[in-house]
C-alpha cells in the first residue's frame, strides 16, 4: 500500500502540471525552420506549441524570421526590416518555402497546437497585440492559444501593456539573478538555456509561481533529464525525441 500512495501523487501532479512539448522555430532539423512546413512537420509530430520568431518589415507586416538578416536562412541579403514583404516573398527560405507573415502562421495552425511567438525586432509587441486581438474578436480564437516571449524585457513588457490577457515570459541566457528583474512578476514562464539550469534554480521559480522552460534540448537522454527536474516544458529541434 505505500508503494501504491506515491504513485497516484505522481500522477494526480502530472494531471496537474501538464508537461509541454515545444517545437523550437517548428521542427527545425527536419524541415527549414521557420517555415509553414516546418511548423505543420511539428504538428505533426504532436507538439503542444509552435515557437515562432518575429520582425516587422518595411511595408509593416509581421514575419516570421530569427535573425535580423535574411543571409543565413534564404538566398537573399540584407536586413529584413528594410524589406517590403513583396521583396521578401521572393526569397527561398529553404526547399522552395517562403518566408511566412505571422498571419499566415496564425491561418494554418488554425488553433490545432498553441503558439510562441519571440518578439525579435523592435516595433513587434503592438503589432502582435492587434493581430492577437482581431484572431479573438473576429476568427473565435482564445487569449490562451498564444504565449509571448522575448529576450527583449521592455518590448515584452509593451506587449503586455497592450494585451494583458495573454500569457508572457521573459527569455535568459543564463539563470543567474532573473529573479532580481522588476518584471518577472508579470511573468507566467521564464526561458533559460538548458545549460544553465539547476534543480535549486527550478524549485526557486516554482516557489515564486513560474514555469520553467528550457531551452534548445535536442538529445533524447537530455530531455528525460530535464522532465526529472521538473521543468514545465521543452524547446528541441526534434519533436520526435518528447516520447511520453
Known amino acids: 500500500m505505500m508503494k501504491i500512495v506515491p504513485l497516484i501523487l505522481l500522477l494526480a501532479f502530472a494531471t496537474l502540471h501538464p508537461f509541454i512539448r515545444i517545437g ?3 521542427a527545425y532539423d527536419y524541415e527549414p525552420e521557420n517555415t509553414l512546413r516546418s511548423f505543420e512537420k511539428a504538428i505533426e509530430l504532436g507538439v503542444d506549441m509552435i515557437e515562432l520568431d518575429v520582425y516587422q ?3 509593416h507586416e509581421l514575419v516570421v524570421m530569427h535573425d535580423d538578416d535574411v543571409d543565413r536562412t534564404t538566398n537573399g541579403h540584407g536586413p529584413v526590416e528594410a524589406k517590403t514583404l513583396a521583396q521578401l516573398k521572393l526569397l527561398d527560405a529553404g526547399k522552395g518555402e517562403k518566408i511566412p507573415t505571422l498571419q499566415e502562421v496564425f491561418d494554418l495552425v488554425n488553433r490545432k497546437v498553441k503558439i510562441n511567438i519571440e518578439l ?4 513587434t509587441a503592438q503589432a502582435t497585440a492587434d493581430l492577437i486581438y482581431l484572431y479573438v474578436n473576429s476568427k473565435g480564437w482564445r487569449f490562451d492559444d498564444f504565449y509571448v516571449s522575448s529576450f527583449d524585457h521592455q518590448e ?3 506587449f503586455h501593456a497592450a494585451c494583458p490577457q495573454v500569457k508572457i515570459g521573459g527569455l535568459y541566457e543564463s539563470s543567474r539573478k532573473p529573479f532580481a528583474k522588476k518584471n518577472y512578476k508579470s511573468f507566467y514562464a521564464i526561458g533559460v538555456a538548458k545549460n544553465s539550469l539547476t534543480q535549486k534554480y527550478i524549485d526557486r521559480a516554482h ?3 513560474l514555469k520553467i522552460f528550457a531551452y534548445t534540448v535536442n538529445d533524447a537522454d537530455e530531455i528525460k533529464k530535464m522532465k526529472a527536474m521538473g521543468v514545465d516544458g521543452i524547446f528541441s529541434n526534434y519533436p520526435d525525441k518528447f516520447g511520453a
Open 207 to 209: 516557489k515564486k509561481g
Open 120 to 123: 525579435k525586432g523592435p516595433h
Open 24 to 26: 523550437h522555430r517548428g
Open 156 to 158: 515584452l513588457m509593451r
Open 57 to 59: 518589415c518595411a511595408s
